[in-house]
């Protein structure tokens, strides 16, 4: 089973830089997206595009436009699909999106970024508080979980760099990296890219200021989040870095699974 997730930063600018066309030699089982940044209204009036053969497509989209927004390719059809996390301020910014397959869920994930000011780290805490009810609820229920995408956090020194000039920023606060410290190590969600032996300086984002790309200066911040139960299931792992299509490189992940 392969699944891949990937902030495009505005699905309509990374499919004129090749997203799709690199989409469709990736035989993925499900995608999971960010940040579209569209109204699904728009994008119908490229089907062919933004609706891709082969895939049932859903959108979740942010009230206000050009803003966020999750979406999900799934080669199979799904059992149901939950649109929102159940927070009507988050729901209202388009960022969760889980499809069912019988006892397995994938979701497509975009946490706030606080890196704004006060105002929108406040929103980032109460959003990743609330999560945290969502992430329980999953575990408790015994569903088998891979929840993908851009969590706006740097969990350890080793997943961005100058992590020691970071730690007064956003996205590598204190706080934050507690929270996945919970996660990970009190709750035993896994990080699926960590499963695996990994080559250093391993990141899925990088500013688009002092040529960060080309320098990779980067941020890992994509993830694959797994339900316990799913421990021991990841075969390969990839971070697509042969194409540029946003500030964000799709992480490819294969499990074992029937």
Not at 120 to 140: D, G, I, P, W
Not at 170 to 185: I, N
Not at 199 to 209: G, I, K, L
Request: hydrophobic residues 35%; negative net charge.
């Amino acid at each position: 089973m392969r699944i891949i997730t990937a902030n495009v930063n505005g699905i309509r600018s990374a499919a004129k830089k090749g997203f799709f066309a690199w989409l469709a030699s990736q035989q993925a089982d499900v995608v999971c997206i960010q940040e579209t940044k569209a109204q699904i209204h728009q994008l119908r009036e490229e089907p062919e595009t933004f609706f891709p053969a082969g895939y049932h497509c859903y959108y979740h989209d942010a009230q206000k436009k050009g803003y966020s927004g999750v979406a999900l390719y799934c080669r199979t059809q799904p059992d149901s699909i939950i649109e929102g996390m159940g927070s009507v301020e988050f729901d209202a910014e388009g960022r969760y999106l889980e499809a069912r397959f019988g006892n397995l869920s994938v979701a497509s994930l975009y946490l706030p970024s606080g890196s704004s000011g006060d105002e929108r780290q406040a929103a980032k805490y109460r959003c990743m508080q609330h999560f945290e009810t969502v992430l329980e609820n999953l575990s408790t229920a015994g569903r088998q979980a891979i929840i993908c995408g851009d969590w706006n956090i740097a969990h350890k020194p080793e997943d961005l760099v100058n992590w020691k000039a970071n730690q007064k920023y956003s996205g590598f606060l204190p706080d934050e990296r507690a929270w996945l410290d919970k996660l990970f190590v009190d709750y035993g969600f896994v990080d699926a890219f960590r499963e695996l032996p990994q080559e250093p300086n391993q990141y899925t984002w990088w500013s688009m200021r002092t040529n960060a790309w080309d320098r990779n200066l980067g941020w890992r911040i994509d993830y694959h989040v797994l339900t316990p139960n799913l421990h021991g299931s990841v075969l390969a792992t990839n971070i697509y870095r042969n194409e540029r299509f946003s500030d964000h490189a799709p992480v490819v992940i294969d499990y074992r699974y029937p």
